[in-house]
C-alpha cells in the first residue's frame, strides 16, 4: 500500500487525540477513560468519556462528549455506574452515568466548579471537593477580603502550578453527597478554624483540601 506523505502543519494538531485518565472498573471488565481532543470551532479543548471491555473484544463505546473538562471518572464497587465531572449547565459537578444503560443523573448542585468525586466503598456516598469562602482570605486596605484592585506579590515559582493560581477568598473543602436521599443532600466535612464549633477542621487556615480517599469499610475519608 502506498501512503501520500504529508507535512505536518500547525492545523493538524486539531486532529490529535490524546487518550488518558484511565479508570479499571472493580470486576476487572471494564476501562473508562476519557479522550482529550482540539475542537477547531471553539478554539478549545473537549473532552469524551468512553469505555472498552478489558479484554479487547469490543471497540471503545463514548459515554459523554463534547465536555470541557476532564471528567475524571470513578466507578462504583459494583461496575455498574461511572461518576465523573462534566458541565452540561455551566458549572462543573458530579454526575453519574449507567453503564449499561446511559442514563445519566446530577449528584451535586455546587454553585462553583466541584472536583475528585469518588465513590464510597458500599456505592451510597460520593465524596467531592468544592471551593468556599476562606476566613484566611487576604485583608484588603479597607480591611475585608476584597484587595481592591491593590497590585499582588508573587514570592512561589509554583504559582498556578494548579492551573488555577489566585485562590482569592476560596478554599477548596471536602463534602459527601448521599445517593438515596433528594438533591439538597450535600454535607461539608471539613472547615477552617473560625472560633465556633465545627464538625470536622481543615489542617490550618489558608489550606485547601486534597482529593480524598475513603477506608475500606467506608467509615472514614482521608484527605
Not at 65 to 81: F, I
Not at 126 to 146: K, R
Amino acid at each position: 500500500m502506498n501512503a501520500t506523505k504529508h507535512t505536518i502543519e500547525a492545523r493538524d494538531l486539531y486532529h490529535l487525540e490524546i487518550a488518558h485518565t484511565v479508570a479499571v472498573s472493580p470486576d476487572g471488565q471494564w476501562a473508562a477513560f476519557t479522550v482529550l481532543r482540539p475542537d477547531e470551532a471553539t478554539n478549545r479543548n473537549q473532552y469524551d468519556l468512553l469505555i472498552v471491555p478489558v479484554d479487547g473484544t469490543g471497540s471503545p463505546q463514548p459515554l459523554v462528549q463534547g465536555g470541557s473538562h476532564d471528567p475524571a471518572p470513578s466507578w462504583s464497587l459494583c461496575s455498574q455506574h461511572l461518576a465523573y465531572l462534566a458541565d452540561h449547565e455551566g458549572v462543573i459537578q458530579v454526575w453519574t452515568i449507567e453503564r449499561a444503560s446511559g442514563k445519566t443523573r446530577r449528584v451535586t448542585h455546587s454553585t462553583v466548579n466541584v472536583s475528585n468525586p469518588l465513590w464510597s466503598p458500599d456505592s451510597a456516598h460520593i465524596a467531592w471537593v468544592a471551593s468556599v469562602p476562606s476566613v484566611a482570605a487576604p485583608a484588603g486596605p479597607t480591611g475585608g477580603s476584597d484587595l481592591g484592585g491593590q497590585p499582588r506579590v508573587i514570592l512561589r515559582a509554583r504559582y498556578k502550578f494548579d492551573g488555577m493560581g489566585w485562590f482569592g477568598q476560596s478554599r477548596s473543602q471536602l463534602f459527601v453527597s448521599t445517593l438515596d436521599m433528594p438533591e439538597a443532600n450535600a454535607r461539608q466535612l471539613t472547615y477552617e478554624p473560625a472560633g465556633i464549633s465545627q464538625p470536622i477542621w481543615a489542617a490550618e487556615r489558608g489550606t485547601s483540601i486534597g482529593g480524598p480517599a475513603w477506608s475500606p469499610n467506608g467509615s472514614q475519608l482521608a484527605y
